[in-house]
């Protein structure tokens, strides 16, 4: 079946030490999203992927980055984590359509633990 | 900025019908509504979507009034496994834009035996 993969699904790292997240899929759609989830809270997109244009959020801090090498993958780098960006990380794929908005695709998340 | 307003919490008895309203005063001409739905632990998944009016999928039902400022998301016969939390969102076409890609706070639904 098509969907959206993140490994891990669990990462524990310390704290400063930079961590990747992955994400792949086999929609082969063309826009891929990274969300932070915080335990009760909504789904805070980060940034996106259209093709290889990259789209910031405007309040995404610097430590934040993120890279597409082709249309299946999508890492998040996470390049000095604090206690404060222990959250659920989600992927989300969407293809763009002529007449309705996307449906966004969520992959499961990975839940990112900083000691 | 959130541009959408919905309950914070709901409960419910199995069988009932759900009726989840998500106000969106500000929604401009281009934008669609959507609803996500997320379980514990696991991303939010599609629901569904319209413009205006109303529109039925196999899972429920969304009904949108003629000024478009409110919606509503329609749950028939719930059981114990719909409980989650449910989004209401708001955006435009991607058509090359940003787009709005912002979840408001959600609904929590707890559906009772």
């Known amino acids: 079946d098509a969907m959206v993969i993140q490994n891990p699904r669990y990462q524990v790292t310390q704290f400063g030490k930079p961590v990747t997240l992955s994400c792949s899929q086999t929609?082969?759609?063309?826009?891929m999203y990274w969300y932070q989830q915080k335990s009760s809270q909504a789904p805070k997109l980060l940034f996106h992927?259209?093709?290889?244009?990259?789209?910031n959020e405007a309040d995404t801090p610097d430590n934040f980055q993120s890279r597409r090498p082709n249309t299946s993958f999508c890492f998040l780098d996470i390049r000095s984590p604090g206690l404060g960006d222990a959250a659920m990380y989600l992927c989300?794929?969407?293809?763009?359509?002529?007449?309705?908005?996307?449906?966004?695709?969520f992959g499961p998340g990975t839940r990112l633990l900083v000691l | 900025l959130a541009k959408t307003t919905q309950p914070i919490s709901m409960d419910s008895y199995e069988g009932q019908e759900v009726n989840i309203t998500c106000s969106h005063n500000?929604?401009?001409?281009?934008?669609?509504i959507t609803w996500y739905q997320q379980f514990p632990s696991q991303g939010p998944r599609f629901i569904i979507q319209?413009?205006?009016t109303k529109v039925t999928n196999e899972v429920a039902s969304l009904f949108i009034p003629a000024d478009r400022k409110s919606s509503t998301l329609s749950l028939p016969r719930v059981s114990l496994s719909d409980t989650a939390v449910y989004y209401c969102?708001?955006?435009?076409?991607?058509?090359?834009?940003?787009?709005?890609?912002?979840f408001g706070k959600g609904t929590k639904l707890s559906v009772k035996p």
């Open positions: 989300a794929t969407s293809r763009p359509g002529r007449v309705y908005q996307e449906t966004q695709y």
């Open positions: 929609l082969n759609h063309n826009v």
């Open positions: 992927y259209y093709d290889k244009d990259f789209n």
């Open positions: 500000n929604i401009a001409t281009n934008d669609y």
């Open positions: 319209g413009y205006k």
């Open positions: 969102l708001v955006g435009e076409l991607y058509g090359g834009s940003q787009g709005n890609l912002i």
